[in-house]
């Protein structure tokens, strides 16, 4: 059996660093016609993605920010350890809250798994999208990714069976969905696992988020003063998803979906404005 880690275990279920990557090179080329190279990812965890940007080409550079010691510790122990010294110096792991400012200025923010449902009202959300901006060079996009739908919402357990390099399978990953309140869009959710002697670890991660609609997020998005806002879908091919996301102002109507918000700056940089209160 392999060795317990949660998030060895986590990583291996649930992300695709290459992919994302590759995904957020190609948004963020589509629109510049030229490549992003200094990435900040807001609730990096073990910051896997910011490893994979910084080994892609030996002009880019990551910022990672979040605010628990221990996933960072992993990612230096087990991500940054198997880096070169030149790629190391190109990344910067920081235990900070993603509502901070950062320099130097990034060409791209990006936040997987959903991770801003954590921020959980309009005016943290908005104070957020503000000091993106402010961390933003001209140009430049925050592409967060986002889950809803019907098959989001209701109560069910998702097993997911993960397979090792042997083709054995290792463990279950069990995706839990505990609670959601249609009222305030408050939403529970746990992730347990199976191992492969049959003993549980339960409730290894758990999340109390805010199930943000996309309509919501792009108006938080405009009142911080991002001047444009869109949405990358999923595309579909004989009525299966495809795995590529495209720009579009329409989705199908699809019964648990995973889709990409971005703000972003215009190339000739943002008007300036106030700073408020709630900044
Ligand atoms: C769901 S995990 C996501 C990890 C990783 N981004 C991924 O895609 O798997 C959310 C992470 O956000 C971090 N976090 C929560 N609130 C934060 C904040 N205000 N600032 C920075 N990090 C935060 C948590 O510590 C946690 O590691």
């Not at 979040?66 to 991500?79: Q, S």
């Not at 805010?210 to 009525?239: C, I, N, S």
Request: charged share 30%; with cysteine; proline share 5%.
């Amino acid at each position: 059996m392999p060795r317990w880690n949660k998030y060895a275990f986590y990583e291996q279920a649930v992300q695709t660093p290459a992919r994302h990557i590759e995904m957020f090179v190609d948004m963020y080329r589509e629109r510049h016609g030229k490549y992003a190279r200094h990435l900040r990812e807001d609730f990096c965890g073990t910051f896997a993605l910011s490893c994979e940007w910084v080994k892609r080409n030996r002009r880019n550079t990551a910022q990672c920010l979040d605010l628990d010691p221990e996933p960072l510790a992993y990612g230096k122990r087990v991500h940054r350890a198997r880096l070169s010294s030149e790629q190391k110096q190109r990344l910067s792991v920081l235990r900070r809250n993603v509502l901070s400012t950062t320099t130097p200025k990034a060409d791209l923010i990006i936040g997987c798994n959903f991770s801003f449902f954590i921020l959980k009202d309009r005016a943290t959300l908005v104070s957020y999208f503000r000091h993106c901006l402010r961390s933003l060079r001209p140009g430049g996009m925050l592409i967060l990714e986002m889950a809803g739908g019907p098959g989001m919402i209701e109560p069910m357990r998702e097993r997911v069976p993960v397979y090792g390099r042997d083709g054995k399978r290792k463990y279950t990953y069990i995706w839990h969905q505990q609670q959601f309140d249609p009222i305030t869009h408050d939403a529970r959710y746990a992730i347990h696992f199976e191992l492969g002697d049959g003993s549980r670890k339960n409730s290894v991660f758990t999340y109390d988020w805010r199930l943000w609609t996309l309509p919501e997020v792009q108006d938080a998005m405009r009142e911080a003063g991002f001047p444009e806002t869109f949405v990358y879908w999923e595309t579909e091919h004989k009525g299966r998803g495809t795995g590529e996301y495209a720009r579009t102002g329409h989705g199908d109507n699809a019964y648990a979906w995973i889709a990409y918000v971005a703000g972003a700056l215009k190339k000739n940089g943002n008007p300036r404005r106030k700073r408020t209160a709630a900044d």
